[in-house]
């Protein structure tokens, strides 16, 4: 019903910028929140940024002040603007959706099939 397309991975130097971008398809009547995950190898997946469609955005203290999130309601696309990166940000990335398939609809959580960043040091 509804994809989640995530793109902008690779690899970077510490102190470098990547910027990833997610695009939503799909049987949408609208999204809410969407965001931004991360795993990496034998950790939990953790909150990077997340965006509501209106209002403040969020991002974990370990990012503030580095990374950026932004969203075209548009074209139901997330970014999230990567800078002065760490060898500490190597990990897979994964978007998140919360997507109202009809009006009146409550919300329902998609994922993205998730990119590989990896930060050298």
Known sequence: QVQLVESGGGLVQAGGSLRLSC???GSIFRINAMG?????????????ATIP???????ADS???RFTIS???AENT???QMNSLKPEDSAVY????IVRLANGGIGVPY????????VSS
């Open 23 to 25: 695009a939503a398809s």
């Open 36 to 48: 931004w995950y991360r795993q990496a190898p034998g950790k939990q997946r953790e909150l990077v």
């Open 53 to 59: 469609t209106g209002g403040r955005t969020n991002y």
């Open 63 to 65: 990012v503030k002040g």
């Open 71 to 73: 969203r075209d309601n």
């Open 78 to 80: 997330v970014y999230l």
């Open 94 to 97: 994964y978007c998140n959706a």
């Open 111 to 118: 994922w993205g099939q998730g990119t590989q960043v990896t």
